[in-house]
């Protein structure tokens, strides 16, 4: 049964396994541990004593198998649904013994081939057994080649301590850090979209840098051993506050907890720890499960945290998801398009707000009765600007008159149903061109607009602005007065294999804004480019240049870098922000996700050496695009957004 119902979560992580033993008896394997509590078994299939080098056939034709019985004993789905397959730990394919090594090569493929073969939905390989890896990797890089659609989860200790036993785990990767084994076997297996991690959680855990860059890794399973737990006041399991600090973090995203090992806690028969969220078990004659406080444990983790707020139920759909940015100077928004951002009740308090500020400046009490604002609205839209202008207004108890600017010809007409039907026809002129077209029949106090992007001027705010500047009054406000970029280096393994996958070179040379969530953030953002409005000489500077240097944290180890993460940050007026930079972000605001820039080749970077971008917006006479490139720690080639031919439309 699931760990617990929390809100909004839907996720893998809800459902928790146990490692068990090999034994012949399947059927009864998986009702004990599913009547236990557990959801799913990560159980042996094949008996662990067997080697092919020592069974002959005497010429007469293939012996069976030695598999925990036949594809017949469980029914499909209890096989897909409940069983993961652990293959044997014994097996190192890069032994210096031949004879071993070809038992082992052997063993693997015949155990992924039964497991293929029973429609289970992952098997756990075990970790390397030796200072190399890369047979290993060829392996299983050749068996991917002809894998449908299993996944096979990689295990991998995630720190190694004296007094800690996994089993399985060689001399080799406790002395190293266990991400570079990781990355290097990863690197020699070309086809590893199937490739998973399974972490082992063992008593020590490394620092929070080296914990966050798993994130942006393919991380499926966390394998978490009995001897990895404390004891409570009242004799049962518990984990350190570290521990319990890190497992919500597995859990949000969609990590499932498998726990390993025999029990080592000496809990009363027929007893229940007041934080146990499932039934006893202990009824019918049916025994509690050995490891049922352990279980229970996990899931007073789960249950206790929070809810997931209405913003992240509403982005789950997007999480990880590449879609080309918005064109609106080129191309005109649907209406599905218009209803999600004006849905974003946040933005527009934040406009409402810069507004009210702006006319308070603008007109003093003593020149309210004689004083009356001229307020353009510059890519008016279906009118959530115009709507956030008039209620500042109202608010403040200044006069205003109101030009709503729109090319969008269907956008025009909601705008003309919308001040008809809100009473406005004395407040508001609509103006149905290019706001860089228009030519206005008065200077405006106040210019209004939402043209960023979300690297801020990658929707061309800048070039836009420009043009609608010359009917702002030398003295008027704009709103926003100014933005800035910002990057920064991420790992993000399931973007890079997306990207990957078009194997082309024109996706890599394409900006994508995405709902960042699988990602690790290596290093603090950095700023990039600055826009300030009004700018009078801004046609003079829209092409920019910026070269960057970022330092891995010490303490984090060695790290991937598959692109860098950007975003923005706009001062609408004064002391009003608005922006989604991580450190500033405005909190429950949806209109923008993060925009990613791809690197062809990923690159490794070390703890303490610097990872140099160079950076340029580049204007020509009908489009804006961005390229990018890295200097250190190698030369990569100039990433080119120009060839996809964004942002076109000057």
Known sequence: MPLGQRVGDKSDSRYCGVITEFDDDMPHVLAFNVSGGFDFIVAPLMDPTYRPSSKTNGGCGASVLPFAGSDLVLSPSQWSCHVVGKISSWID??????????????VLKQQIAWASHLSL???LLPPPRGTSCSNYAKCVNEILQSLNNMQLWLRIPLQKSEDDAMDGTSDYLQSVDSWEWWNEFRLLCEHHSQLSVAL????????????GRWFGEPVRAAIVHTNTFLTNARGYPCLSKRHQNFMPLFFNHSVQVVISGKSVHDIPVGSSEPTASHTDNHVDGIPRHPLRSYLDYVGYLYQRMEPLPEQERFELGYRDFLQSPLQPLMDNLEAQTYETFEKDTVKYLQYQRAISKALLDRVTDEQVSTCTVV??????????LVRASLQAAEETGR???????????NAVV???SLVKLEGWENLVTIVSSDMRCWDAPEKADILVSELLGSFGDNELSPECLDGAQRFLKQDGISIPSSYTSFIQPVTASKLYNDVKSHKDLVHFETAYVVKLHNVARLAPSQTVFTFNHPNYSAKKSNQRYKKLRFEIPSDTGSAIVHGFAGYFDATLYKDVHLGIEPSTATPNMFSWFAIFFPLRTPVCVHSGSPLEIHFWRCCGSTKVWYEWCLTSPYTSPIHNSNGRSYWVGL
């Open 93 to 106: 394919l890069d032994s210096e013994d031949e004879g071993f090594r070809m038992d082992s090569e052997m």
């Open 121 to 123: 939905q992952a098997c």
């Open 200 to 211: 082992d959680i063992l008593s020590s855990l490394p620092s929070g840098n080296s914990l």
């Open 375 to 384: 307020l353009m609205v510059v890519g008016a839209g279906r009118g959530p």
């Open 399 to 409: 006069k205003m008159k109101v030009y709503a600017v729109e090319k969008n010809p």
């Open 414 to 416: 909601t705008l003309h």
